[in-house]
T-cell receptor, first 114, second 110 residues
Framework: DAGITQSPRHKVTETGTPVTLRCHQT?????MYWYRQDPGHGLRLIHY???????DKGEVSDGYSVSRSKTEDFLLTLESATSSQTSVYFC?????????????FGPGTRLTVL | GQNIDQPTEMTATEGAIVQINCTYQ??????LFWYQQHAGEAPTFLSY????GLEEKGRFSSFLSRSKGYSYLLLKELQMKDSASYLC???????????FGTGTQLKVEL
């Protein structure tokens, strides 16, 4: 157990509404990541953070923003949700102590945009 | 760009050995990771390779050839609980970002 929680675990929302997903870690790891997982595409990186207030874009960042105001929390926001953002969202963390660094995943959030 | 290929599906028999291959073409390379993912659950870490060769962890082994852009995951003494998706991922660049293949769905039969 890497001490990662995600909330909510399930959410159904309507097109055009804002949505915020939360990732919380208890082990003070430096790096945090947001992925989405869709059939036929595998896991794709949305955004990641390498410290408080330090974030960068991943492969599929359009339509998403992130914030990290505390080490333990990494928020993913869909400003105006679209049906194409229906997916399972996973948060991951890594210690950031070396060139090669294992990522550990949270339990996921299943988001449905109607 | 990044490209990672692995077979979509494989079937094997309980007690047997199965090898899941992964080939990659990426800009940069820090390491290659294997994860297991059961349906409806999060990926869980299995193994990683940085240098060429074989890494063994119990019933699971992973091999890497950096010059060939090739890795495989070997599962021995297959059990029904090994039925899952196996994800190959390459770690690159600053931020230790992972690029994943689409996963290999393994079905273990009696």
């Amino acid at each position: 157990d890497a001490g990662i929680t995600q909330s909510p675990r399930h959410k159904v929302t309507e097109t055009g509404t804002p949505v915020t997903l939360r990732c919380h870690q208890t082990e003070n790891h430096r790096y945090m990541y947001w992925y989405r997982q869709d059939p036929g595409h595998g896991l794709r990186l949305i955004h990641y953070s390498y410290g408080v207030k330090d974030t960068d874009k991943g492969e599929v960042s359009d339509g998403y923003s992130v914030s990290r105001s505390k080490t333990e929390d990494f928020l993913l926001t869909l400003e105006s949700a679209t049906s194409s953002q229906t997916s399972v969202y996973f948060c991951a963390i890594s210690a950031g102590t070396g060139v090669t660094d294992t990522q550990y995943f949270g339990p996921g959030t299943r988001l449905t945009v109607l | 760009g990044q490209n990672i290929d692995q077979p979509t599906e494989m079937t094997a028999t309980e007690g047997a050995i199965v090898q899941i291959n992964c080939t990659y073409q990426t800009s940069g390379f820090n390491g290659l990771f294997w994860y297991q993912q059961h349906a409806g659950e999060a990926p869980t870490f299995l193994s990683y390779n940085v240098l060429d060769g074989l890494e063994e962890k119990g019933r699971f082994s992973s091999f890497l050839s950096r010059s060939k852009g090739y890795s495989y995951l070997l599962l021995k003494e297959l059990q029904m609980k090994d039925s899952a998706s196996y994800l190959c991922a390459v770690q690159t660049g600053g931020g230790n970002k992972l690029t994943f293949g689409t996963g290999t769905q393994l079905k273990v039969e009696l």
